[in-house]
């Protein structure tokens, strides 16, 4: 498979929203390849929290996946769903 990003960055947005954008825009400066997903957003999963194609694919096209732990983190179901297919990935 094809590697289209050198580090996906799994979050939960409240928690750590300006913290995952600066560690984003430090791994772009250094010329990383960086996809951050929406933070738990609503926005890319449906109501169990499955996480959305573009959002999958992007996750299994990454070298590397960084999971921001935070305080929220488990209780977002699309973080929790992101960090099983982060471990079935790197198997």
């Given at each position: 498979m094809?590697?289209r990003?050198d580090?996906?960055?799994?979050?939960?947005g409240?928690?750590?929203?300006?913290?995952?954008?600066?560690?984003?825009?430090?791994?772009r400066?250094?010329r990383?390849?960086?996809?951050m997903?929406?933070?738990g957003?609503?926005?890319?999963?449906?109501?169990e929290?499955?996480?959305?194609?573009?959002?999958?694919?992007?996750?299994?096209?990454?070298?590397i996946?960084?999971a921001?732990?935070?305080?929220?983190f488990?209780?977002?179901a699309?973080?929790?769903n992101?960090?099983?297919?982060?471990?079935?990935?790197?198997r």
């Amino acid at each position: 498979m094809k590697m289209r990003y050198d580090v996906f960055l799994c979050y939960q947005g409240e928690d750590t929203r300006s913290f995952t954008e600066y560690l984003y825009y430090v791994l772009r400066d250094k010329r990383f390849i960086t996809f951050m997903s929406t933070g738990g957003s609503k926005s890319y999963e449906n109501n169990e929290g499955e996480i959305s194609s573009s959002v999958l694919k992007a996750l299994e096209e990454s070298r590397i996946s960084i999971a921001i732990l935070s305080y929220n983190f488990a209780s977002s179901a699309s973080c929790l769903n992101e960090l099983v297919k982060i471990i079935e990935c790197k198997r």
